[in-house]
């Protein structure tokens, strides 16, 4: 009787495993097909021979460019400054150490837009900044280093969090016996441990370098949409989506694809 009780238990609990395994399934498929539906919707799209002719298109080819030169000194910014922020806010402890990892934060979470006025009540003509530069003769807003900024601003976190995690998983006692092989913290730092870590860091480049190159909101806000100073990709898309789609689709689809690799490169290094 009691062997009975037990195969039956253990056929249901079988059963009952089986079908947790295939909902699970159909929601992992649901999930990608919901998500992939967009995407071939584009891919589709870009067929047709306008798209992309579309895409050599003087407003695309602008936008291309401009995107291109503003996320390059964006990211040569982003490594510049976070890289040994980074370093900082992985190996010290400091007071207000919180307080600091929660601003490098707040622009990830931050809507674009509120970002965009944040941003140009701090360097606009009568902001916080920009009041002073003005008398200097310096205009910062409506210009391309208004989307230098805002790119920075948004896109920064991303790099600055992963590359902490890549210093935090470098030993200090390899670091240390650097130093007591009589290098100096410099080169202790530039060839022990950003080697080690240099996969993290080079996913988090890749990471703030496309939240830079897909930046809208905060940029449309502080710097404006005009074509060759400030319109990048995605204001450029914004633009042609009311009256040439098929530039905004091909436009779309190459921020998609470089979405992609980035991403999956992203996954191959961590």
């Known amino acids: 009787m009691k062997g009975r009780s037990r195969d039956g238990f253990l056929r249901r609990a079988g ?17 990608a097909g ?64 919180k307080i600091v990892e929660t601003l490098v934060d707040v622009p990830a979470v931050l809507p674009p837009s509120a970002a965009g006025i944040a941003l140009l009540l701090a360097f606009g003509r009568f902001g916080l900044v920009g009041q002073h530069l003005e008398v200097l003769g310096v205009t910062v807003t409506f210009t391309t280093a208004a989307v230098v900024i805002a790119e920075v601003f948004v896109a920064g976190h991303f790099y600055v969090r992963q590359a902490a995690v890549g210093f935090a998983g470098v030993r200090r006692d390899v670091e240390e016996a650097a130093l007591v092989d009589g290098a100096g913290r410099f080169s202790a730092f530039t060839k022990v441990t950003v080697p080690l870590a240099f996969p993290s860091l080079v996913a988090g480049a890749m990471m703030a370098w496309a939240r830079a190159l897909g930046e809208f909101g905060a940029t449309i806000v502080f710097a404006g949409s005009f074509r060759g100073v400030t319109q990048t990709i995605p204001l450029a898309i914004f633009a042609e989506f009311q009256g040439n789609i098929d530039a905004a689709v091909a436009l779309s689809v190459l921020v998609l694809g470089f979405a992609f690799v980035v991403i999956l490169t992203v996954r191959y290094l961590t």
């Open 15 to 31: 059963t009952g495993d089986a079908l947790a395994s295939g909902l699970a399934v159909a929601a992992l498929a649901l999930l």
């Open 34 to 97: 919901f998500i992939s539906l967009p995407f071939i919707s584009l891919l589709l799209w870009t067929a047709s021979e306008n798209a992309w002719r579309a895409m050599a298109s003087p407003v695309a080819l602008d936008a291309l460019l401009l995107s291109i030169k503003t996320t390059s000194i964006s990211m040569a910014i982003i490594l510049t400054v976070g890289t040994p922020a980074a370093y900082v806010l992985a190996r010290a402890e400091f007071p207000g150490k």
